[in-house]
């Protein structure tokens, strides 16, 4: 692992690194915030996951998360939302290929070799993390935006004991009826459908929840609503009695105006839940 | 002037918006945050000016200003750096021409058609914000980074009784003795040294000071020193007893992230300056 960079933000330090990555058979890029505390001290690890055309660096410098985790006491993964690189598969379009993870495990050609940010992001890459930071791997929570959304509930649905509380900035809801699902999971999991269930929230919440508290924001002039499907997921979460707040922002749209509004709700939330 | 867009954050409108200018010749992008309260009353504005190679979008997305500007009811308007487009003069350098405009009036060919920064954010900006948007005119404060940082602070000394108070961040303090300003004075305004101490904030300081507070941060591992001299605007502001405090901050670095975490703090010393 090599850094690229550190900055000190907030008396604590945002680090760029690049390591090798086996699961995705290429290098990858993940920024790591970690407040003034982590000087002496382990801290919990709140993961964010971002969205299409997004990197690492995207919410690093737009979502203002840093002065809430300094507060707080607590470390922030910003992982990449793919594989990248020229002998890396890719398509034209903004939403498949890099930039376009899906976090999922591509299963076709020719995404297979190197679309496996499903494993990386809940495996490889939480223990490198546990492996050389101050970081408490029995605390930890996660959140994300849009496809990230999709991610973080997604990721802590199906790997509950890991989290102690999950949210999400207009996550995509229900992608399995959505052009941004359909179209990506056909491409890297195939054609059966049953195959895509494991990454649908909705489906996910309809089934089996998640055994801790869910925060959910949604802008009500989101330009993407048709695509995002909220509707889905809080049917799902009130259906389930899920723990867990959904919340229409009247007028914000999809952008990251709307997320670092509501930022310091969210990482005090996770705080809440993982007893800071 | 037309709207480009207008995006929700923190109970207020982050606005970008373009002009024909006449300062300019040419159409010139700015962006406005309004609060809040602004949709029901005028507020006080406070000037953002930036750096090198920066638009009106760097610190818009990335320095956290709206937070503190929607809770002290305050507006902040974000200028380009320099005049833009195909038809204005430019220079391979980063540090001269488009993006690089050091908040003058040029009057040296090729860059005397365009280059009027100084009259833009001193006249013609001031005026149409003032004519078009609920700020109060009479109630304005200034502040920017590096290159705008020295706009910040030779703007509020020549036009003192327009500001309530001046802060920057690492401002470029000294530009006749550095290699970031000595060349862009040379181009912009020719040989004669006596025209640039106009455009020197030490110089401005020594003679005749700010009537107001004065902020000055400055982070001891800026990786640019050498270019910034510090040091002179420190004596300076030292022998003309300026009311101002200039603070050195242990380990910050050049970036956003050096201003984002200080940015509260400059906020709350503007919202003091101004009776907020």
Chains 1, 2 share one sequence.
């Not at 330090?13 to 990858?28: F, K, W």
């Not at 496809?147 to 949210?167: D, I, P, W």
């Not at 919340?247 to 952008?255: A, L």
Request: negative net charge.
């Amino acid at each position: 692992m090599k850094t690229l960079s550190e900055n000190r933000v907030f008396d604590g330090v945002q680090g760029v690194y690049v390591h090798p990555s086996v699961t995705c058979g290429c290098e990858m890029t993940f920024a790591l915030y970690l407040p003034p505390e982590a000087a002496h001290s382990k801290v919990p690890l709140l993961w964010y996951l971002s969205g299409l055309t997004c990197t690492h660096e995207n919410a690093m410098t737009k979502a203002g998360m840093q002065k809430y985790a300094a507060e707080l006491g607590m470390a922030v993964c910003f992982p990449d939302t793919s594989p990248r690189g020229a002998d890396v598969a890719d398509d034209k379009a903004f939403d498949l290929g890099q930039g376009a993870g899906f976090y999922v495990d591509a299963s076709q050609a020719p995404w297979d070799p190197h679309f496996r940010m499903w494993s990386y992001v809940t495996g490889e890459l939480p223990r490198l993390i546990g492996d050389h930071f101050p970081v408490e791997m029995d605390r930890q929570s996660i959140t994300g935006h849009s496809m990230g959304g999709h991610g973080a509930l997604t990721v802590a649905m199906r790997q509950a004991e890991r989290f102690a509380s999950v949210s999400a900035f207009a996550p995509i809801a229900n992608p399995v009826a959505s052009d941004w699902g359909r179209k990506q999971f056909t491409a890297y999991l195939g054609n059966d459908e049953a195959d895509w269930a494991a990454h649908d929230s909705s489906l996910l919440m309809r089934d089996h929840g998640f055994d801790g508290p869910v925060l959910i924001d949604q802008g009500t002039s989101d330009q993407f609503l048709d695509l995002l499907r909220p509707e889905t997921l809080a049917e799902a979460m009130a259906a389930r009695r899920q723990d867990g707040v959904f919340r229409f922002q009247k007028g914000y749209d999809h952008s990251y105006f709307f997320m670092a509004t509501f930022m310091e709700a969210h990482m005090a939330f996770h705080a809440d839940a993982l007893d800071l």
